[in-house]
């Protein structure tokens, strides 16, 4: 179902259904990234599928719809970190981790493995400017040309990004020893 054909007749409850059973997973995935928090990722995605519905109508088929959806969620995260709520919400997990009160969700341990999971946390540690662009080359396999729509930057900056990104993980890695 990943190649949604925009000429073929669609409903929009038919292709919004459609659109959720191809990508729910995926943009939950990458709200996660950007949150760091399974339950807030979780209502972010479903406030970017319920968006995405109410303007079905206005896509231009500019990009593909996953490329959309990718857009539309990295809004919402950003809409997110400029909450007074979040700011609130992540001082209090940061006080959280310092005492040794961090609490890890079964859905967390479960999607962990070693080698996995180390370069994960890694990843979630670098800069947002240099988070995005690594998981959406390397986790989610978009070309750069997608990335510079989906984030609209320059092609030389996104390049520039993935190579900085990749230094830190390599100083990061090379700081834990493993």
Avoid at 80 to 108: M, Q, R
Wanted: aromatic share 14%; hydrophobic share 40%.
């Amino acid at each position: 179902m990943n190649n949604l054909n925009p000429e073929k007749d669609f409903s929009n409850e038919d292709l919004i259904t459609s659109l959720i059973e191809s990508y729910w997973i995926s943009v939950k995935k990458l709200a996660f990234t950007y949150v760091k928090d399974w339950v807030l990722a979780e209502d972010i995605t479903q406030e970017v599928f319920i968006k995405c519905y109410k303007n079905l109508d206005q896509f231009r088929r500019e990009s593909s719809y996953k490329t959309w959806l990718y857009r539309v969620t990295v809004n919402r995260c950003k809409d997110e970190f400029k909450s007074k709520w979040f700011k609130t919400l992540w001082i209090f997990d940061e006080v959280k981790e310092k005492v040794g009160e961090n609490i890890v969700s079964a859905e967390v341990a479960y999607l962990k493995n070693y080698e996995e999971t180390i370069l994960s946390e890694l990843v979630l540690t670098l800069p947002v400017k240099y988070r995005e662009v690594i998981i959406f080359y390397y986790y989610e396999g978009l070309s750069l040309e997608e990335i510079e729509n989906l984030l609209e930057l320059n092609i030389n900056t996104i390049k520039t990004r993935l190579r900085r990104g990749k230094m830190l993980l390599k100083k990061l890695f090379e700081r834990t020893g493993d």
